[in-house]
């Protein structure tokens, strides 16, 4: 409450000062609001990153901004065009490790049909759009929560991307590797018993726009399902927030991860196996990222020490 204060009491003095640059900046603000709010997007990293570069605008802190994100903003994107070519470099795609490790699990029996037959009903339920909802998440939360390092735990900011991108390029790797088929296409193959690809239903039920112009253009893997990002990226957020803010006041966001472990089984979109393993990358990106910065804190190695002596600046 008293940072609340302490902020409109700002705002007033700002307001007092500059009447005409806050009345526009409110105005602008608003209508970009507006625009998100009428418009049923699918909230891809690039659209989210021109909308907070708008909102910085507004504010003048755009310099700040693209300092700290573009770099960020282009290692994903150079992942996200990799991991459309992935299925390209390596055309053995398996089908029966995750289900043989799932049916072994369980004691003979597949999660996602088991899920399925207990809550799909043939029509879209409230719990649906929850759980499609903390998907759609996987694309909008890196940048989010970047801003959020950025602004209240900036010494966080570098580990934080560091270990997201460590994270996805090495799920790209395994995508290389071991090309895997989720439920839904192991099901339209006759590998396992018929499952219903329940997003196609909350996507159309919802109604949204996508009007990215980058992500609209990239290839899609459809047989990058090991290990499973929307599994690992929520337990990796939430890892990091534990950090910068506590265990205490965070322990709560754990129910996001764990929703979305039962999400994406029960959808139809991974298996048990996919999100472990994604659970596993996500424990390893943050103790790398975290053990390398703290390192580098420690010992006072700087970056620039990887450049020929004439690229050095002092």
């Known amino acids: 409450m008293h940072r609340v204060k302490k902020t409109l009491r700002s705002l007033a003095t700002y307001g007092t000062a500059h009447p005409w640059q806050l009345a526009l900046r409110v105005t602008a603000l608003a209508a970009l609001l507006y625009v998100m709010g009428v418009r049923r997007v699918f909230w891809t990293p690039d659209t989210l990153f021109i909308v907070l570069l708008a909102v910085f605008v507004i ?17 994903l994107l150079v992942y996200d065009s990799f991991r459309g070519i992935a299925d390209d470099l390596n055309k053995t795609v398996h ?34 759009f929850y759980f499609y909802l903390l998907y759609t998440l996987h694309f909008a939360m890196p940048i989010a929560l970047a801003v959020l390092f950025w602004l209240k735990r900036p010494k966080l900011y570098w580990p934080f991307a560091a270990g997201l991108v460590l994270l996805s390029f090495a799920a790209f790797i395994t995508y290389v590797a071991f ?25 159309a039920a919802m109604g949204i726009e996508n009007f990215s112009e980058v992500y609209s253009k990239l290839s899609p893997n459809p047989v990058a399902a090991v290990p499973s990002l929307h599994a690992a990226y929520p337990l990796f957020f939430v890892l990091y927030l534990a950090k910068g803010f506590g265990c205490r006041r965070v322990w709560w966001l754990m129910l996001y991860p764990l929703s979305l472990w039962l999400g994406i089984v029960y959808l139809g979109e991974h298996y048990v196996f996919d999100f472990l393993l994604g659970a596993l990358y996500a424990v390893g990106a943050y103790w790398v ?3 390398f910065f703290a390192w580098k804190v420690r010992t006072g190695w700087q970056f620039r020490s990887l450049l020929p002596p004439k690229f050095r600046t002092h």
């Open 59 to 75: 504010f003048g802190q755009a310099r700040a901004f693209l300092v700290r994100f573009f770099p960020f903003m282009a290692l």
């Open 95 to 128: 089908f029966t490790e995750m289900i043989n490790f799932d049916l072994w699990l369980t004691g003979g029996t597949l999660p996602t049909a088991w899920l399925q037959q207990h809550l799909w009903h043939g029509h879209v339920q409230w719990y649906d």
């Open 179 to 203: 090309p895997a088929a989720p439920p839904w296409m192991a099901s339209d193959m006759g590998y396992i018993e018929p499952i219903h690809r329940i997003s196609s239903d909350i996507w």
């Open 289 to 291: 990222s975290t053990t």
